[in-house]
């Protein structure tokens, strides 16, 4: 642990979200007050559809430094007001539970962000503590009415409850809840608890994470937690603890490595191990071609975790449909970018500057997706300065790779009672095992390094899955035993708020 009684020590993690160049700048910090630069590209704010607004999500970590021990880092609850913006282009809004802000444009326009200096008030003075500032690109999903299911013959998707059509989620569905399995699904294949009006069917507005969690957002996350944490959230706690030597592998699926830099210590402090990534196989880590801004494999309770430390929620089945495809009529058979347009890429021959954060693509096929090719893509690979929806594999939206690359879990299922699960985010901080506990969330207290499930798998994989689960409404695959890292299988958070 650093220890820095005597002078203010922070830490920065900007998130390695070079797809629109996020930038954060190193904080500089003044009683309760902490003062950063931000700016990113490809920013939007539209009234005419898709009505809505690209943001940036940003939190605080904190850690004491006043024993021996190393302390935890804790979510910071932001004061109630003094949070501002330099400039005139942005505004920062505050959610009701204050465990960040989010940056969006003040009125319309499409474009760069230029550099603007964002001031945020912590709950207290800062004095020796450390911290740690993380952002990362959000999308908004505005209030709206939209459909569920497209229209296909199977067993198993949404469906008006009485034939194979799509079923139009309304208002008066959300204010007074969707009722019993059999109103959206034909045989019965929903929540066997009926979903009531606290159950997020996506009619409501919600922020959506723009990408795919990243390996660079997930080692970040890993960094803050306490040695007993990190011990918990190993694919194996037994052959590879935070202890393990320089370069021990703690996850490595489909192109990138997530190993030991710096090891824990467990003999009379306990410290946690520092990880980075070596998607180049050469030991030296955080490279610009170590996979940075690859999507990261993580099993459920690895993937709930990294929520309720983001102050965010896992998305519905309901909302993943919702973020695909808006408030359009449902095509048959679409992808996330709205036509039924498909082009499998090579993860070999189509890529330039392979594994880096300037990762693109040498060619620019309609719907283009990373499927079943067995290697990840950098998120938001198919997206250029001049690609349109379906080019860049956007949705109605401009949420990235929603079809393919890593699976996106989203609250659902067939067999089991899911009907308690409601907007209530992560409060940032998880328990001493590094295990989210969130009221609501699908988690079995009794069993949860073993036995995690109510997760379907949407949108396919660069693992491979049959056509028909890459589409939108595609609802045949949910999660099994603990999340089957392998399988490319991560996703995103959002947040109603
Ligand atoms: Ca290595
Ligand atoms: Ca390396
Ligand atoms: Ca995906
Ligand atoms: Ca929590």
Redesign the pocket.
């Given at each position: 642990m650093k220890k820095n009684l005597f002078f203010v020590f922070a830490l920065l993690f900007a998130f390695h979200v070079q797809a629109n160049n996020l930038v954060i700048g190193t904080p500089t910090i003044s009683g309760r007050t902490i003062s950063f630069t931000v700016q990113w590209d490809n920013s939007w704010r539209v009234t005419p559809a898709p009505s809505n607004w690209d943001a940036v999500w940003v939190f605080v970590k904190r850690q004491a430094c006043d024993q021996p021990n190393e302390n935890p880092w804790l979510h910071e609850v932001l004061a109630s007001s003094g949070h501002t913006v330099t400039g005139s282009q942005l505004q920062v809004d505050l959610p009701a539970d204050k465990r960040g802000v989010f940056i969006r444009r003040n009125a319309d326009g499409i474009g760069n962000i230029t550099q603007s200096t964002v001031t945020l008030t912590l709950a207290s003075d800062i004095n020796s503590d450390n911290i740690g500032l993380f952002g990362m690109e959000m999308v908004n999903v505005p209030q709206g009415e939209f459909y569920v299911g497209d229209g296909r013959p199977d067993l198993n998707a949404f469906t008006d409850g009485n034939s194979d059509n799509p079923l139009r989620i309304t208002a008066s569905m959300q204010s007074t809840g969707l009722g019993a399995n059999t109103i959206y699904q034909k045989n019965g294949y929903g929540s066997t608890g009926d979903l009531p009006a606290t159950f997020p069917l996506g009619y409501n507005s919600f922020y959506c994470m723009k990408y795919e969690i990243t390996t660079a957002q997930y080692t970040a996350f890993l960094n803050t937690l306490t040695y007993n944490q990190q011990l918990r959230l190993q694919e194996d706690p037994n052959t590879t603890p935070p202890t393990s030597p320089i370069g021990t592998i703690m996850n490595q699926t489909l192109g990138y490595s997530i190993e030991v830099v710096t090891p824990g210590v467990s003999t009379i402090n306990l410290t946690p191990a520092v990880y980075g990534?070596?998607?180049?196989?050469?030991?030296?880590?955080?490279?610009d071609?170590?996979g940075l801004a690859l999507p990261v494999s993580i099993r459920v309770k690895d993937f709930l975790a990294f929520l309720d430390w983001a102050a965010l929620r896992p998305m519905t089945e309901f909302e993943y449909e919702k973020a695909c495809r808006g408030p359009v009529v449902p095509l048959l058979n679409e992808f996330a970018w709205g036509t039924t347009d498909s082009y499998s890429v090579n993860w070999y021959w189509n890529r330039i500057n392979r594994n880096t954060k300037n990762e693109t693509l040498n060619i620019a096929p309609l719907g283009p997706q990373n499927f079943g090719m067995n290697m990840v893509s950098r998120v938001g690979v198919s997206a250029t300065p001049i690609s349109d929806r379906i080019h860049a594999g956007a949705t109605y939206y401009g949420i990235m790779d929603m079809t393919a690359n890593v699976f996106e879990r989203a609250i659902g299922g067939y067999n089991y009672d899911y009907s308690a699960f409601t907007t209530t985010n992560g409060d940032g901080n998880l328990d001493s095992y590094g295990f989210a506990n969130v009221v609501g969330w699908p988690i079995d207290y009794n069993n949860r390094d073993t036995y995690e499930t109510y997760f379907m798998r949407r949108g396919g994989s660069a693992s491979g899955a049959g056509y028909y689960n890459n589409t939108v409404s595609g609802r045949q695959l949910m999660n099994w035993n603990d999340g089957n890292r392998g399988n490319a299988q991560g996703g995103r958070g959002v947040r109603s708020n």
């Open positions: 990534n070596d998607a180049n196989e050469n030991n030296i880590y955080n490279q071609d170590d």
